[in-house]
């Protein structure tokens, strides 16, 4: 299979880059070993403001009213879906299913959670209540929408790491995965600014943008 056409790549704001998230001309990211999140140009990474969370961002998302963010707090890392505006900080919203979710997305109207090990992505309403799950065959390691898409980092942690980009159109009613390339290293969030996406490579401490061959 083909790999990713990567842009750029360059060292994350702070260590272990962990959430990752666009809203156009700025990247939300977060730290999983410092438990800091910061806002920062998407052109330079150049930091623009660090926020102190009530918690550790696992994911990040915009959505049409603010941002919705996979929070872990506790001893036991349990997972709460937050909402976050600047200027009124944070709110939690709802616990995860079975306190436990990781990477976000949305589709314009509902917010999408995707389960690593189960390899499931959860639909919900504005109450919390899964509506939809679907099966990715995979584990996740992120998600983003492009165009009423729905693209997926899915494969394994296990033996070095092996994950690729896949599509699927969440209209079906049973959707059909379909992997497009090969991500050669080990990816953590995805994002996309309307041109090119966005991933973590955590353990290299950087972040990267890449294009997928058509």
């Given at each position: 299979?083909?790999?990713?056409?990567?842009?750029?790549?360059?060292?994350?704001?702070?260590?272990?880059?962990?959430?990752?998230?666009?809203?156009?001309a700025h990247l939300w990211l977060s730290s999983r070993d410092l438990g800091t999140y910061y806002k920062a140009d998407a052109a330079t990474l150049e930091v623009a403001e660090e926020i102190d969370p009530p918690g550790l961002v696992w994911a990040a998302v915009l959505t049409d009213d603010a941002w919705r963010l996979t929070i872990g707090k506790g001893l036991n890392d349990d997972r709460y879906i937050y909402r976050y505006a600047p200027g009124e900080g944070f709110a939690k919203l709802f616990a995860c299913p079975e306190f436990a979710g990781?990477?976000?997305?949305?589709?314009?109207?509902?917010?999408?959670?995707s389960r690593w090990y189960?390899?499931?992505?959860?639909?919900?309403?504005?109450?919390?209540?899964?509506?939809?799950?679907?099966?990715?065959?995979?584990?996740?390691?992120g998600q983003t929408f492009v165009d009423g898409m729905l693209y997926v980092l899915r494969g394994t942690e296990q033996n070095g790491?092996?994950?690729?980009?896949?599509?699927?159109?969440?209209?079906?009613?049973?959707?059909?995965?379909?992997?497009l390339a090969v991500?050669?290293?080990?990816?953590?969030?995805?994002?996309?600014?309307?041109?090119?996406?966005?991933?973590?490579?955590?353990?290299?401490?950087?972040?990267?943008?890449?294009?997928?061959?058509?």
């Open positions: 299979m083909i790999q990713i056409t990567e842009v750029s790549r360059r060292p994350a704001p702070a260590v272990t880059p962990q959430a990752l998230a666009c809203d156009g990781s990477y976000l997305s949305f589709d314009g109207s509902n917010l999408y959670l189960k390899g499931q992505i959860h639909r919900f309403d504005t109450a919390g209540e899964i509506t939809r799950t679907i099966d990715i065959g995979a584990e996740i390691c790491e092996s994950w690729t980009i896949a599509r699927l159109d969440p209209r079906e009613e049973t959707p059909a995965v379909t992997d991500v050669p290293f080990a990816c953590r969030s995805l994002a996309f600014d309307g041109e090119r996406f966005w991933t973590n490579h955590r353990e290299a401490g950087e972040v990267v943008s890449f294009t997928v061959p058509q």
